[in-house]
């Protein structure tokens, strides 16, 4: 069964910015690549949505290249409050009608 | 706008009690509504997922089970829980065409069995 692929955990400093990429070999044709942030205790949080080439809201950017074989997720000078887990979401070609999260990458901002 | 409600947001239960979790949708219709478990330090696993009033597919053959009485409302259910139950459990929404609608979430409901 294909699944997304993240890297398990990122360290990085206040100010910095900070990019983490989801593979999804597998994707559909007409599928877009969402991404979350989750807090301790709360459920995941919508971040950013796109489908190709580039997106920018007022948290983040998602840039996705032309295979679409994978995507990676800017955020801006992080904060300590950026602290979270981040979970890349796509329809996966052979999953029929479901959504399958990727494995999350922890993210920790340090002072 | 739309906003979604999860209760109770932390539950006890003995082993072998049943379970009833409820979920409820506001501002849309017909969305398509998610169970989520989410154990901890762990990423979420897909439970049911529904696209109408009594039509319930499950992903994970388990001790649990999911109705839809009404277009807004998703119920957990068990009959006998297990010590395996207990984790995070996140409902979600989505617009029809869930493929290309983020889905949203709601906060969750703690699960502790002892």
């Known amino acids: 069964l294909a699944k997304t692929t993240q890297p398990i955990s990122m360290d990085s400093y206040e100010g910095q910015e900070v990019n983490i990429t989801c593979s999804h070999n597998n994707i559909a044709t007409n599928d877009y690549i969402t991404w979350y942030q989750q807090f301790p205790s709360q459920g995941p949080r919508f971040i950013i949505q796109g489908y190709k080439t580039k997106v920018t809201n007022e948290v983040a950017s998602l840039f996705i290249p032309a295979d679409r074989k994978s995507s990676t997720l800017s955020l801006p000078r992080v904060s300590l409050s950026d602290t979270a887990v981040y979970y890349c979401?796509?329809?996966?070609?052979?999953?029929?009608?479901?959504?399958?999260f990727g494995s999350g990458t922890r993210l920790l901002v340090r002072p | 706008s739309q906003t979604i409600h999860q209760w109770p947001a932390t539950l006890v239960q003995p082993v072998g009690s049943p379970l009833s979790l409820e979920c409820t949708v506001e501002g849309t219709s017909n969305p398509n509504l998610y169970w989520y478990r989410q154990a901890a330090g762990r990423g979420l696993q897909l439970l049911f997922y529904s696209v109408g009033i009594g039509q319930i597919s499950s992903e994970v053959p388990q001790n649990l089970s999911a109705s839809r009485p009404q277009d807004r409302q998703f119920i957990l259910s068990s009959k006998k829980l297990l010590l395996s139950d207990s984790g995070f459990y996140l409902c979600?929404?989505?617009?029809?065409?869930?493929?290309?609608?983020?889905?949203?979430f709601g906060d969750g409901t703690r699960l502790s069995i002892l």
């Open positions: 979600a929404w989505s617009g029809r065409d869930h493929s290309n609608q983020p889905q949203h």
């Open positions: 979401l796509v329809r996966l070609e052979d999953s029929s009608y479901k959504l399958i």
